[in-house]
């Protein structure tokens, strides 16, 4: 089977992590013979290009994840660049898989023409899917109905492969996020706030453990440094290095780890999919929602809460204090996610007739 995967290859280590996961499910559950890759983010989806590329030399679409309905200035309030009017002329199977409703509560919501455009997609798709973090009931909010949750595919970036260690020493990851600042911290004064209590946590940190902070895209860089600047045994990854050829080598920073501190989704997936605990840096919905949905939300903490600093350091402490029994509930989480992952399968094979 010849398949196109289009996802978000516009400079998100997170997203090119979560595009291995997808093609380790694809090769585990298909007969595979090439995938093929386009940036779901800069493709448009033209005639021409339905026709000679996608018709003539695929057998498969596969749409996402990643959190792809978002974007009300998109031209079709979400990521997928096709006019409504020409995804009935796609004609082999397509799925929408395991992708992520990111509008913030401020934002409003999808716009009408995105719903419309979302109608058609779920019409037309084999399967559509959301992940399980809390999208299925962000979009229910707006549709009237659901969508079948499934785990992202992140989860699934360990099968097959392996991912050697760089770091001898014990370390932690910290991943901060700096692209849109406004929604995340909620002003600039909330933003320095943060910064500094952060650096009170690293500080803390840094006498136990190598700290390494891993930013995700090139506007995470500068709010990384200013966290770790000045702090011995502190240091931010080469972001140069890693973007975005070397994204398997990042996601192996993960799997080593003794535990990660996560403002962005992957953040937390990507190491779940290890066992390696997270404590989440809530800042949009879908990190408490992932939390909730795996009974982790204890190891949850919001950046809007007003003992930020206080609340995280107490979350860091149950973490080390339960710390084996943490990782065992993460055995038995991802167990669960591949049981969920391959009933999800089993129905998308039968819905492409295979």
């Known amino acids: 089977m010849r398949i196109l995967h289009t996802y978000c290859l516009n400079y998100n280590i997170g997203d090119y992590a979560l595009g291995i996961g997808v093609k380790n499910l694809l090769r585990r559950n298909l007969d595979v013979t090439l995938i093929g890759n386009t940036n779901l983010q800069g493709r448009e989806f033209t005639p021409y290009y339905i026709r000679e590329v996608v018709n003539k030399r695929y057998d498969l679409l596969v749409i996402g994840g990643g959190g792809i309905i978002h974007g009300a200035h998109w031209p079709n309030g979400w990521f997928w660049l096709i006019e409504k009017e020409l995804i009935k002329e796609i004609k082999i199977p397509f799925i929408v898989y395991g992708v992520g409703y990111n509008y913030w509560k401020e934002e409003g919501g999808i716009p009408e023409r995105g719903i419309v455009h979302l109608e058609e997609t779920m019409k037309r798709a084999a399967y559509f899917s959301v992940r399980n973090d809390g999208s299925q009931n962000r979009l229910a909010e707006q549709f009237g109905r659901s969508v079948p949750a499934i785990p992202d595919p992140g989860f ?16 932690i990851l910290i991943q901060l996020a700096n692209d849109k600042p406004e929604r995340r911290f909620g002003s600039l004064e909330k933003r320095g706030d943060f910064v500094r209590q952060m650096r009170e946590v690293t500080e803390f940190l840094s006498k136990r453990y190598k700290v390494i902070f891993s930013p995700h895209v090139p506007e995470d ?13 502190a240091e931010v990854w080469d972001f140069g290095y890693f973007a975005f050829d070397h994204s398997d080598e990042a996601v192996g920073y993960y799997k080593h780890a003794e535990f990660v501190l996560a403002m962005r989704g992957h953040g937390q997936i990507v190491p779940i999919a290890f066992n390696t605990p997270v404590i989440s840096l809530e800042n949009h919905p879908k990190h408490r929602g992932l939390m909730e949905n795996l009974g982790l939300i204890d190891y949850n903490v919001s950046l809007a809460q007003d003992d930020f600093r206080g609340e995280l350091m107490e979350r ?33 094979k039968s819905n492409i007739g295979k």
Do not use: C, M
């Not at 860089?221 to 045994?233: D, F, K, P, R, W």
């Not at 943490?326 to 089993?346: C, E, P």
């Open 156 to 171: 699934h970036v360990d099968w097959g492969l392996e991912y050697s260690r760089k770091v001898d020493e014990p370390y």
């Open 316 to 348: 860091i402490h149950s973490l080390e204090s339960n710390y084996f029994s943490l990782k065992a509930k993460y055995s038995t989480i991802n167990q669960q996610l591949r049981l969920d992952t391959d009933a999800a399968w089993t129905e998308i």
């Open 221 to 233: 860089i500068s709010l990384s440094h200013e966290v770790a600047n000045g702090i011995s045994n």
